[in-house]
């Protein structure tokens, strides 16, 4: 197995599911990183069909809010983040695409909390992202400057917030992530 790949099996083994889903897509994560070295994506948007994803949720624990980003291209409320590069680690990924997307830095769980399996939706090909799910904590009065080619708003979510919003502007997740964030 590539190193590279070995780092993100053992991720994804450490992983403790939330839920029956979540096992499932761990251990889909687990059989596909032992059958191929090709999990990065070479080539916009689809090439190899499944790849590696670093998502990293902004959260402020003390206002008990997350932060997400309109993303033009998925139409949908998401994390920021972005695609693993070749032998790039998952979590330099989610510091490299925090402050490309946010114009911020922060310190980072070195684990992911959650992991997913998710068939892409929007407007470029569809494709199968595996990704990991990044805490990064950041107070929700720190300025930010979002990629306004990317995204087309930025906005903080209490617990609130986001249960009276209708779950289909979100990614199919995310709602499952916060329960096992246990910020409500």
Known sequence: MRPSVAVVYDMVSALEPADNLEAEHRAHARTWLLSTDD?????????PGQHLVSYVVPV?????KVL???H???GLWLPPGGHVEVDEHPLVTASREVEEELGVTGSLG??????????????????????LWFVLD???????TPDQGEFRGVRWWSPAELHAADPAHFDPHFFRFLTKLAIE
């Open 72 to 74: 033009v291209n998925a």
């Open 60 to 64: 402020d624990p003390a206002a008990r």
């Open 39 to 47: 999990v990065f994506r070479r080539v916009k948007p689809a090439t």
């Open 110 to 131: 070195e684990q992911p909390l959650f992991l997913t399996v998710t068939r892409t939706v929007g407007i470029d090909a569809g494709h199968t992202d595996v990704s």
């Open 68 to 70: 997400l980003v309109d």
């Open 138 to 144: 950041l107070r929700s009065d720190q300025a930010l």
